[in-house]
């Protein structure tokens, strides 16, 4: 069975996440270490359409695993999405020798995996988004760097905050998710955490700023995570209604970028090593996962069917000790 897997192509799709080329890195290696070739495909799905391909050697991934974004790089790709653009790309990877297929990216990434794995090509996946919003993981790569980059600049902003007893309205990343925004507010003391798993009312907003400043405080930040968007209004809603100097202000895209802290490297580094192993076993259309520390894995259509469950600790946590 361990003869079957020959040349293992490898991309990454979907929003870079920093430690995805910590897991490329692992993927090229691993698969060299056990005499295989890896053929690197640019530009995730529309590289498979448009034969963007490169043989892999040690040297190729060297010097990788410290940096941010991806080294393949990564594209939208409409005719991907398609019937006849899924079989395009399952023949081309074929025509290019290629025996199975290790993608590296979120949620919809894997759904493209799983529409080539109906199609009779094998795949496993690897999950490597900032937003940790796949289903059947409990961490995805690039989690905790996009954590720290966030929690840094609102420590930033925090410094203006009270220097000039204001508010801030600060959003996070996280897509329809607020998985960042909450571990983020507890991590940042934010007076007020705005997520898309907990109905709010901007009045309990003014609620607790006028309930944290009757009891000493005079400066306050608000983290809103993208799903609710809308930090312009809120922070004129703030300002109208309290009196209180408060400015929006979106993070954006430093988020997504950055060198990835040793906790993703590490997780990155096992699973680019799990995924290869699991080819080699003749396990194939698989997801590589995190469960309660360990990596492990899924079969893809279970692991696309899972729902992440919110940790509602945390907004407790947020709300008990943000006073």
Do not use: W
């Not at 023949?91 to 290019?96: P, Q, S, V």
């Not at 000039?164 to 959003?171: G, I, L, P, Q, W």
């Not at 699973?271 to 192993?277: E, H, I």
């Amino acid at each position: 069975m361990v003869n079957e897997i020959k040349t293992i192509g490898v991309l990454t799709s979907g929003g870079d996440a920093p430690g995805m080329n910590a897991a490329l890195r692992a993927v090229v290696r691993t698969g060299l270490h056990y005499g295989k070739k890896v053929i690197g495909i640019y530009n995730g799905y529309k590289g498979l359409l448009e034969n963007d391909m490169k043989e892999l050697t040690y040297r190729d991934v060297s010097g990788i695993i410290n940096r941010g974004g991806t080294v393949l790089k990564t594209a939208r790709c409409k005719e991907f999405l398609t019937p006849a653009g899924v079989q395009k790309a399952a023949d081309n990877a074929r025509a290019a020798g290629i025996d199975a297929l290790v993608v590296l990216g979120g949620d919809g990434s894997f759904r493209g995996a799983l529409a080539l794995s109906q199609h009779g090509f094998p795949v496993v996946g690897i999950p490597c988004t900032i937003d940790n919003d796949i289903g059947c993981s409990d961490y995805t790569i690039g989690f905790d760097t996009a954590l720290n980059t966030a929690c840094d600049a609102i420590d930033k902003i925090r410094d203006t905050c009270s220097s000039h007893d204001r508010c801030s309205v600060v959003e996070v990343m996280g897509r329809n998710a607020g998985y960042l925004a909450i571990n983020v507010a507890v991590a940042t003391g934010a007076e007020v955490c705005l997520l898309p798993e907990k109905k709010f009312d901007l009045t309990d907003i003014m609620d607790k700023i006028k309930e944290t400043t009757e009891k000493g405080k005079t400066h306050f930040i608000v983290v809103v995570a993208e799903g609710i968007g809308g930090i312009e209004f809120i922070a004129k809603t703030i300002e109208k209604q309290t009196g209180i100097a408060t400015r929006p202000s979106n993070l954006g895209y430093i988020q997504r970028g950055g060198s990835p802290t040793v906790k993703d490297r590490v997780v990155a580094s096992k699973m680019g090593l799990k995924a290869v192993s699991l080819l080699l076993e003749g396990k194939t259309n698989r997801v590589v996962i995190y469960k309660d520390t360990n990596i492990v894995d899924l079969d893809i259509v279970e692991a696309l069917s899972l729902q992440k469950d919110f940790d509602n600790e945390l907004v407790d946590v947020a709300e008990i000790l943000t006073y």
